[in-house]
Structures are given as structure tokens and as C-alpha cells.
């Protein structure tokens, strides 16, 4: 008689496990997760007429140039070496490695937008980093902003 309890006492615990379990088997597929576009960037070199940045990104990023009025350029650069430190090695082009533009107004205005992340691999920031060289008019000074796009 007490092996029939413990009998059914398991049986129903089991239904009661694996009826939850099997309604949710299918969840995963409805599910979507979700992360942070982040881009993280440093300002290495700025002189008269250029500026190096490296950025380093998980999505898409743009960036904006305030308080110039003239032509702009934006370099970008894969891979390489920053006074004998290498970036670069997990890293892919966001998008077009040239563009040129001519700002009519020294309002925040779009420079550059990214079609991609910066990060190909894994790796640490500085690998999936690339280089950003920024040229204009010399006796200007522009303040640039780097955001991911969301």
C-alpha cells in the first residue's frame, strides 16, 4: 500500500514538472534579446587641421561636427600601430574607409555613419578598435561627437 502512494506521489509530482516545462520549451523562440549599442572612443592627436581618434563599437555609430563651417574629411583606418601599441586585430571597417564633406553651417551636422560595428572578434577594446583620421581647415576647431545609432 505505501508503494502505491510513493508510486503515485512520484507520478504526479512528474506531471506537475514536466507540464511546466514543456509549455515553456517553445519560449525561447519568441524571445529576443536585446544589448546596449556602445561605442567607446579616445581622442589621441589633435593639431591644427586634424584629429586621430580611435573608436571601438558593439553596432553602428555616427559621427557629428559642431562649430566649423568649411570642407571635412573622414579617414578610416583598419589596423595598425599607436606609438608602438597595435589595434586593430579583431577589428572590421564600420563602412566606407573615405568621406568627404562641406559644412554650409557650425551646427551639429553628420560627418560619417557607420554600416557596422567596429568589432569583428573578441577581444579587448583596443584590438576591436579602428583610427579615425579627421582633416579640415586648419584654423578651425571643431568639437566632434561620436554616438552609437540606435
Given at each position: 500500500?505505501?508503494?502505491?502512494?510513493?508510486?503515485?506521489?512520484?507520478?504526479?509530482?512528474?506531471?506537475f514538472l514536466i507540464q511546466p516545462t514543456s509549455a515553456f520549451a517553445g519560449a525561447s523562440d519568441r524571445v529576443s534579446f536585446q544589448f546596449s549599442p556602445k561605442v567607446a572612443s579616445?581622442?589621441?592627436?589633435?593639431v591644427d587641421g586634424e584629429t586621430k581618434v580611435l573608436i571601438a563599437s558593439n553596432s553602428a555609430f555616427s559621427i557629428q561636427a559642431t562649430g566649423m563651417i568649411g570642407s571635412i574629411k573622414v579617414m578610416i583606418?583598419?589596423?595598425?600601430?599607436?606609438?608602438?601599441?597595435?589595434?586593430?586585430?579583431?577589428?572590421?571597417?564600420?563602412?566606407q574607409t573615405t568621406t568627404e564633406n562641406f559644412l554650409t553651417s557650425?551646427?551639429?551636422t553628420s560627418i560619417?555613419?557607420?554600416?557596422?560595428?567596429?568589432?569583428?572578434?573578441?577581444?579587448?577594446?583596443?584590438d576591436q578598435a579602428v583610427l579615425v583620421r579627421?582633416?579640415?581647415?586648419?584654423?578651425?576647431?571643431?568639437?566632434?561627437?561620436?554616438?552609437?545609432?540606435?
Open positions: 500500500m505505501f508503494n502505491r502512494i510513493i508510486i503515485y506521489a512520484i507520478a504526479w509530482l512528474g506531471i579616445q581622442i589621441l592627436e589633435r583606418e583598419k589596423s595598425g600601430e599607436i606609438n608602438g601599441t597595435q589595434f586593430g586585430s579583431a577589428a572590421q571597417l564600420p563602412g557650425p551646427l551639429e560619417y555613419q557607420s554600416e557596422r560595428k567596429t568589432a569583428r572578434d573578441s577581444g579587448n577594446i583596443l579627421i582633416t579640415y581647415t586648419s584654423a578651425a576647431h571643431p568639437t566632434f561627437i561620436i554616438q552609437p545609432m540606435l
